[in-house]
Structure formats: structure tokens, C-alpha cells
């Protein structure tokens, strides 16, 4: 392996080791130690956890094991290095918490009146910690290599597969734990996820203006003058009229939405213009890589 690809594996493995250190504290600070829940494997290792009192780091690595071997089978071992790096860093860290906890050296936070304070704060580390490790390529294992076999064999959609068998172990968890702790927990999930998108598509939201107008020229010179942003000019075939038109190309910022859209109208009222939200810009103007 060369000197280059080794540094990039640990650009990305620290970053991994980072996101699975925050998702096993916010687990045991925040979930554990108020019995909520969380889905896939991590929800069956609470399960477990529960009712036999068996430590979530041992029961995700073994519940994982057979999921590595059918993983490396049919994913292949390049896929599976940083999902493997992900589940082994997790137990490792969901054992440091559990030895700080029993050692009197992390004390979790238990409440039993403000369970939406708990709920906000534990939605909150998890997603930043599965934000971490899925946007730098690994997973924390169970439902997503399972999903990932399914798509890849079956043509399953990842989606699909990971919300029924999260629904699954929540579902079963009515059994052992209060309704109100899985509504609670139905309410962290979804601050998860939405933190994940924030971690994995970036904070800063910008906005991707396709505009369809005889006057591009003009309007990328007056672009370039006035906004000091840059914009591509794609030539294009309109579908009904089949004249030659042009498309301007450009991505500004939110708050240089408005002053983008009067540029336009002012140089063509009758620009047909159409604008997308697009996250994590990379390059000049914007976030560097």
C-alpha cells in the first residue's frame, strides 16, 4: 500500500474513531441511563441490555460477527474495511464508557421529569457521532450492511430496509419499555437523523440557479461584475421550439439569493429560471476541500 493511500485510510479512520467515541458517550450518557431506545443493532443490544443486563459493547460485536462474514462475502473487503474499523471502534468505546461508568469516573444523566431535554441532547450526539462516521465512509454495522447486501443483490432500496427493521426493533421494545420512553425515542431518532444530514451534506445550504434566457452572455458578464461569482454557460436545444438556447449555471449563497434573481429579471423579465437547494459546496467562493 503507498505512503498516499495509507494517509488517506487515516484521514479518514480518525474522523471515524472520533464519530464512534461521541455516538457510544451520548449512548450511555444520555440513552442508557434513561432507558430509552435506539434502532437496528444498537436497539437490540439495549434490548438486551434491559432485560439480561448484557454490556452493549460485547453484544454488538457478536450479533455483528456473522454480518461481517456475509458482509466481506458479498460486499467485497474494500467496502467493508471502514464498516468493520466503525463496529470495532464503537464496542471498543461503548466498553471505555461502561469501565468510566463503573469506575465512578462518568456519572450519566438520569432524569425522570425532563425526558425532552434528554431526548434533544441524545438525538443531538448521536447524530453528530453517526453524522462523523458515515460521512467519511464507514457504518456502525447491523441494518446497513444487511441493507447494502439487499440493494446490491436484490435491488432493495437501503431506505427501505434500514426504517423496517429499525420499526422492527422499536416495535419489540414495546414489550419491555413504557410507551412514553419510545415515543421519546421515536422524537431522538428523528433529531438524529436530521442532525446527520446537516454533518454528512454540510451546514451551509446554498443555492443552484439554472437559468434559461437569450441574454447568458450578458448575464454571466454582469454575474462576474456584480456578485463576484462565477457561472457556466451550457448550450442547449430547447425541446418545443428546437432553437439553440443557452443555460446559465450558477451557485450563490442564500442570502445572495434575492440579488441574483434581480439581476436576471432586470437583464431578461422573461428568464425562465430555476433554483435548487444544494448542500456542501466545495471550491472557490466557498468551503475549501
Same mark, same amino acid.
Given at each position: ?22 455516538? /457510544? ?11 430509552? &431506545? ?6 437490540? @443490544?439495549?434490548?438486551? =441490555? ?6 452493549? $459493547?460485547?453484544?454488538?460485536?457478536? +450479533? ?15 467496502? &467493508?474495511?471502514? $464498516? ?12 471505555? &464508557? ?21 431526548? /434533544? ?25 444487511? @441493507? ?8 432493495? $432500496? ?18 419491555? +419499555? ?9 422524537? /431522538? ?13 454540510? @451546514? ?25 461569482? #462565477? @457561472? ?40 425562465? +429560471?430555476?433554483? =435548487? ?5 466545495? #471550491? ?6
Amino acid at each position: 500500500m503507498s505512503t498516499k493511500h495509507s494517509l488517506e485510510r487515516l484521514h479518514s479512520i480518525l474522523p471515524i474513531l472520533l464519530g464512534t467515541a461521541i455516538y /457510544a458517550f451520548g449512548l450511555h450518557y444520555f440513552v442508557i441511563s434513561n432507558e430509552l &431506545m435506539e434502532g437496528g443493532i444498537t436497539g437490540i @443490544a439495549l434490548l438486551l =441490555n434491559y432485560i439480561f443486563q448484557f454490556p452493549p $459493547s460485547i453484544s454488538t460485536l457478536v +450479533i455483528n460477527v456473522p454480518l461481517f462474514l456475509l458482509g466481506w462475502k458479498f460486499l467485497g473487503k474494500e467496502t &467493508m474495511f471502514y $464498516s468493520i474499523i466503525g463496529t470495532v471502534s464503537l464496542s471498543l468505546f461503548l466498553w471505555i &464508557m461502561e469501565w468510566l461508568i463503573q469506575h465512578k469516573w462518568l456519572v450519566p444523566f438520569r432524569t425522570e421529569h425532563d425526558y425532552f431535554l434528554v431526548t /434533544a441532547y441524545a438525538g443531538l450526539t448521536l447524530g453528530i457521532g453517526l453524522g462523523l462516521v458515515f460521512r467519511y465512509g464507514g457504518t456502525t454495522g447491523g441494518s446497513d450492511i444487511i @441493507a447494502r447486501i439487499g440493494q446490491k443483490w436484490k435491488g432493495w $432500496s437501503m431506505g427501505q430496509v434500514i426504517l423496517l427493521f429499525d420499526g422492527l426493533v422499536i416495535g419489540t421494545a414495546f414489550f419491555f +419499555i413504557p410507551k412514553e420512553k419510545i415515543l421519546y425515542t421515536l422524537v /431522538a431518532v428523528f433529531i438524529t437523523t436530521k442532525v446527520i444530514d446537516i454533518i454528512i451534506e454540510g @451546514a451551509y445550504a446554498a443555492r443552484a440557479f439554472t437559468i434559461i434566457t437569450d441574454h447568458a452572455e450578458e448575464l454571466v458578464t454582469m454575474i462576474s461584475e456584480q456578485t463576484d461569482r #462565477g @457561472a457556466t454557460i451550457i448550450p442547449a436545444i430547447g425541446g418545443y421550439s428546437r432553437q439553440n438556447k443557452n443555460v446559465v449555471y450558477c451557485v450563490v449563497y442564500r442570502q445572495e439569493m434575492k440579488r441574483l434573481k434581480d439581476l436576471t429579471r432586470s437583464i431578461d423579465p422573461h428568464a425562465f +429560471i430555476i433554483i =435548487n437547494e444544494v448542500h456542501d459546496v466545495l #471550491g472557490e467562493g466557498f468551503k475549501p476541500e
